[in-house]
């Protein structure tokens, strides 16, 4: 089936920049998005990319997209201690939005003041 | 951004209880989703919704499981004979229409003692 995988941890000093790393096994993915999590807090939707673009920016956040090799990340931009929080990237098949989500296990980000 | 809503945020229940967890979706919204996350782990499907039934469901939606939409606006998600094992974080989801973001619940806390 389909698999998500992630790095548990990352750790980074305030105002650098941040990489999370994903890849991916389902070559049909349609839609990747990027989550975030703070303690106790659901998940909020931060971006997500399409299977067709390569790259798509937001403000401090950066999504590229490899799909030859299938490997998405997410880089943000001078990084703040507001940004620690748990991120997760997720695929879907379809895009219609009504097919499930397949998260990987989500990436530890801590920055460090 | 849209709200989904969950009650309880957290709830501890004695193992072979029944328990109900609410949801509040966006009021357009045509699908709706469950998932849990057990603690360290990933996000995981358990059913989606559609028009009164289930659209789909995972391995772990077994007979002890079962969804609601009871008034029109609630969607429920009922466990019958709760184990440790259940114990997690459950999310409720809804995408836009046609669209491509899923919209997240702040998430239920459950805990089965």
């Known amino acids: 089936g389909e698999d998500v995988e992630q790095s548990l941890f990352l750790s980074v000093r305030e105002g650098d920049s941040s990489v999370i790393n994903c890849t991916y096994t389902d070559s049909s993915s349609t839609y990747l998005y990027w989550y975030k999590q703070e303690p106790g807090a659901g998940l909020q939707l931060l971006t997500y990319?399409?299977?067709?673009?390569d790259m798509k920016q937001d403000q401090r956040l950066t999504v590229l997209l490899n799909k030859k090799d299938k490997h998405l990340s997410l880089r943000i931009a001078d990084t703040q201690t507001g940004d620690s929080a748990i991120y997760f990237c997720a695929e879907s098949q379809l895009n219609s939005g009504n097919t499930p989500l397949v998260f990987g296990k989500g990436t530890r980000l801590s920055v460090i003041a | 951004e849209p709200e989904v809503t969950q009650t309880p945020s957290h709830q501890v229940t004695q193992m072979g209880q029944e328990v109900i967890l609410r949801c509040v979706p966006i009021s357009n919204h045509l699908y709706f989703y469950w998932y849990r996350q057990i603690l360290g782990q990933k996000v995981e499907f358990l059913v989606s919704?559609?028009?009164?039934?289930?659209?789909?469901k995972s391995e772990i939606f077994d007979d002890q499981f079962s969804v609601e939409r009871p008034d029109g606006s609630n969607f429920t998600l009922k466990i019958r004979s709760t184990k440790l094992e259940d114990s997690a974080m459950y999310f409720c989801a809804s995408p836009a229409p046609g669209g491509t973001e899923a919209f997240f619940g702040q998430g239920t806390r459950l805990t089965v003692v």
């Open positions: 919704f559609y028009n009164n039934e289930i659209s789909e």
């Open positions: 990319i399409f299977s067709n673009m």
